[in-house]
């Protein structure tokens, strides 16, 4: 039987190396944000608001082992580019969204592309030729009866040779290969497929017993089990966390790592 959290349960003993971080980048009015609330609620809000940046946290319990993946939602208007190169900096897994109807968001995700290939570069010391970021890019909107804007051959310009990098054509409204999408990225990452939205089952943050190691060990789970958790009231670890977490990647240092927690903030 799985208890109700309390206060005092708010901590989860998750290890570093199952944290991870996905940013989603793009334009204006691409649909970044629809992306995100069908991966978290399964909803679509036809109400446009301008997004700053939003920050979300989801824990999955999955086959005994705990995860735990935040969520970064970034503004289209990168108006702070120091916080623009942090996020990249800190992002284990990124999605790239141009609208198909829109030129000019699609220039913008080469750019991103290189600005990512880039800025990972320098962080691990390497050419951005042999840097591996999985990343996907959506073509956003593909219900809408529009103009193409962009062709195909440019599609896989940007995409083809790059095993680390997938293209979908999406719609956020209609729900079309958003899962997919999903699950192809999480692949390309090594990370269990389950995390994918139509992978695993969706349970309140009331019951979140399940993501206690503690419990695992009074249990049996059967192989196949899975379950999703989004955390109500995340907030964005502090710019002096990421910092440090961008140290320990530059450094690749990893004594004690296994001993570090991750935890709601």
Do not use: W
């Not at 570093?16 to 980048?25: E, S, T």
């Not at 497929?193 to 206690?212: A, F, G």
């Amino acid at each position: 039987m799985i208890k109700k959290m309390t206060p005092s349960d708010n901590e989860f003993d998750i290890p570093a190396k199952n944290c991870y971080r996905m940013v989603i980048l793009g334009s204006t009015k691409v649909g970044k944000t629809s992306i995100i609330s069908r991966f978290l609620n399964e909803r679509f809000d036809d109400q446009y608001t301008p997004t700053i940046e939003d920050f979300h946290r989801k824990f999955y319990s999955i086959r005994g082992d705990v995860y735990q993946l935040d969520i970064l939602d970034t503004s289209g208007n990168h108006p702070f580019p120091a916080m623009r190169r942090l996020s990249i900096l800190t992002g284990d897994v990124f999605i790239l969204v141009f609208s198909l109807d829109n030129r000019d968001s699609f220039q913008e995700v080469q750019r991103l592309k290189r600005q990512i290939l880039e800025t990972k570069s320098c962080l691990k010391n390497k050419t951005k030729e042999n840097i591996d970021v999985p990343l996907v890019i959506c073509g956003n909107k593909c219900d809408r009866d529009f103009y193409r804007e962009v062709k195909d051959d440019e599609i896989e310009e940007l995409v083809g040779g790059d095993d680390h990098c997938a293209y979908f054509e999406v719609s956020a409204k209609r729900n079309t290969n958003v899962d997919q999408m999903f699950g192809k990225l999480f692949t390309m990452a090594k990370l269990p497929s389950e995390m994918s939205p139509d992978r695993h089952t969706k349970v309140s943050v009331q019951y979140c017993d399940l993501l206690h190691r503690k419990s695992f060990r009074n249990k049996k789970c059967k192989d196949g089990d899975a379950y999703g958790i989004v955390a109500p009231f995340a907030r964005r670890p502090s710019v002096q966390s990421d910092l440090m977490y961008i140290r320990e990647k530059a450094t690749g240092g990893s004594q004690g790592k296994d001993k570090e927690r991750c935890v709601i903030c």
